[in-house]
């Protein structure tokens, strides 16, 4: 250990990692400390069973806002594999079990799909034609998210001017009840609106609309991919890059404070040998604004609030569909339960009110079926598969007075909402671990706060922002600044941060190479 470092960095999650190994690369004599005994943050993969060889993405799941150009930039050897399905619905309607398939690439199949449910072809046309305009919006901000912050005006005259008004200027509710007629159709587009976002489709926020546009604009085409390997293999690929670079990087190190002055920082921490201190001349935080306040003896503001119910299962097979559809492409893609556009807003409208959903939409994904080297090849030949499942609208607000009995009660709906749409009961289907216990493992807010840090559980560290300056003094800037020059966020917390993406470690890294004389 040297006492003195170019670049401290507070926090070894994804961001941090990429923001070293870009320092490092420069020459910059860098030093990560991370409070875990591991380095990945959120970005893990964890045998979560005793006695089961499955090692599941514990709490990001997928990747679409990684840049390609990180990848090629810090030689991460990253494989990010495409699902062959986009999603699929499973809807009861009229008596009858239905499916709503989502192709990859969509054809022929996904249009008959989107007629056997709605009747005909003006939905699916509605779809392709709204998609093909996000997609314009898309195009126009994914080539800036590495460079400076563009203004809002730079980037709209862009964008139809009638796409811009609704995406960014009105609520994203009105844009889905003007595009669409089918409430199951106009809940499929909606979702992107609120995973991990605690908001109504109206809400006068757009906290929805922002977070719908990070959804769709990763490398322009808004994909979401599985990394072979699981998300471990993303961020050990990351500390491996950081290394190579020639950075320091020490685990079980807990911050308790920071300094910075404008020209000098500070970094002091807690270890296995005591107590240590050393200067820099940056500081990068890679954690939530509120506890960067916290470490540096600042007013703390109110904690952000996360939504979001994480549930882990390990399948000893996939369970036969109502519909009659083939599980192994039901579940190949993103699997929606109940989450009808009047379902979200049912809701939503429930948990702001204290309550926890009486039928909580939410949504699952087999990573094993595109990528089974998670699981062993004993697991692989016996058909295990590996569902993890993303639950909408469960605010921290709910899990505040007994965490274990609001936790128990949402696996309960949520997974029953699952099962109301199978042909049998899921329980015979899930996989038993060394102890004989279910292989079932949820997460709140609450256990996500405690275990990983987030405050309140909130996977972005906060509400998302525009991926622009929304003023002139913001224009050319980083969107990693802090009210001191020296110390810079690094993390999901700044301007384009939120997501597995390393937009925020590349950028807080480019802002100090920009400062360095």
Not at 126 to 136: D, H, R
Not at 232 to 240: F, I, P
Not at 266 to 273: L, P, R, Y
Not at 371 to 382: K, N, T, Y
Request: proline share 5%; aromatic share 6%.
């Amino acid at each position: 250990m040297q006492n003195f470092y170019d670049v401290v960095i507070v926090g070894g999650g994804h961001n941090g990692l990429v923001a070293a190994s870009y320092l490092a690369g420069a020459g910059l004599s860098t030093l990560v400390l991370e409070q875990q005994g591991h380095t990945g943050g959120a970005a893990v993969s964890q045998q979560v069973f005793p006695g089961v060889d499955a090692r599941l993405s514990r709490y990001s799941y997928l990747v679409s806002l990684l840049p390609d150009k990180i990848v090629a930039d810090l030689g991460l050897g990253l494989e990010l594999r495409s699902r062959s399905v986009a999603s699929y619905t499973p809807v009861r309607r009229d008596g009858r079990d239905l499916g709503l398939m989502v192709e990859r690439p969509e054809g022929a199949a996904t249009r008959a799909s989107f007629a056997a449910l709605t009747g005909g072809d003006s939905e699916y046309e509605a779809w392709t034609s709204f998609y093909n305009s996000v997609a314009s919006l898309a195009g126009a901000v994914a080539p800036t998210l590495l460079g400076p912050l563009p203004s809002v005006a730079e980037l709209r005259k862009q964008v139809d001017p009638a796409l811009w008004e609704a995406l960014v200027e009105r609520p994203f509710g009105e844009v889905v009840e003007q595009r669409f007629a089918d409430d199951t159709v106009r809940g499929v587009v909606a979702t992107d609106a609120v995973i991990g976002t605690f908001a109504g489709l109206h809400d006068e926020s757009l906290i929805q609309n922002r977070c719908f546009l990070y959804h769709l604009i990763g490398n322009g085409t808004g994909e979401w991919r599985v990394p072979v390997g699981g998300m471990g293999a993303v961020t050990d690929a990351l500390a491996g890059a950081a290394r190579r670079a020639g950075a320091s990087v020490v685990v079980n190190a807990s911050v308790t404070s920071v300094e910075a002055d404008g020209t000098r920082g500070a970094v002091t921490w807690m270890g296995g040998d005591g107590e240590r201190t050393v200067d820099c001349s940056y500081v990068l935080a890679n954690v939530a604004p509120t506890v960067l306040a916290g470490l540096r003896g600042r007013p703390v503001a109110e904690k952000p609030e996360g939504s979001q119910l994480k549930i882990n299962l390990l399948l000893s097979r996939l369970p036969q569909l109502r519909s009659g559809d083939d599980p192994t492409r039901a579940f190949a893609g993103t699997f929606h339960i109940d989450e009808d556009y009047s379902q979200l807003e049912t809701a939503y409208r429930s948990a702001a009110d204290g309550s926890l959903p009486s039928v909580p939409p939410s949504e699952v994904y087999c990573h094993s079926l595109t990528d089974p080297s998670i699981l062993s090849p004993e697991l692989v030949a016996s058909g295990h598969q590996t569902l993890t499942v993303f639950g909408v609208h469960f605010p921290t607000r709910l899990f505040a007075a007994d965490n274990d009995a609001a936790r128990d009660e949402s696996v309960r709906r949520v997974l029953a909402g699952l099962e109301s749409y199978l042909a049998e009961p899921l329980d015979p289907c899930i996989a038993r671990d060394a102890d004989g216990n279910p292989c079932i493992e949820a997460k709140t807010p609450v256990d996500i706060e405690e275990s990983v840090g987030m405050p309140g559980g909130h996977i972005f560290h906060g509400d998302l922002q525009w991926p622009w300056a929304e003023d002139d003094a913001e224009a050319g800037r980083w969107g990693v600044e802090t009210d001191v020059a020296n110390l810079l966020i690094c993390g999901s917390g700044a301007r384009r941060g939120g997501a597995v993406s390393g937009i925020a470690g590349h950028n807080a890294a480019m802002a100090v190479l920009d400062l360095r004389p």
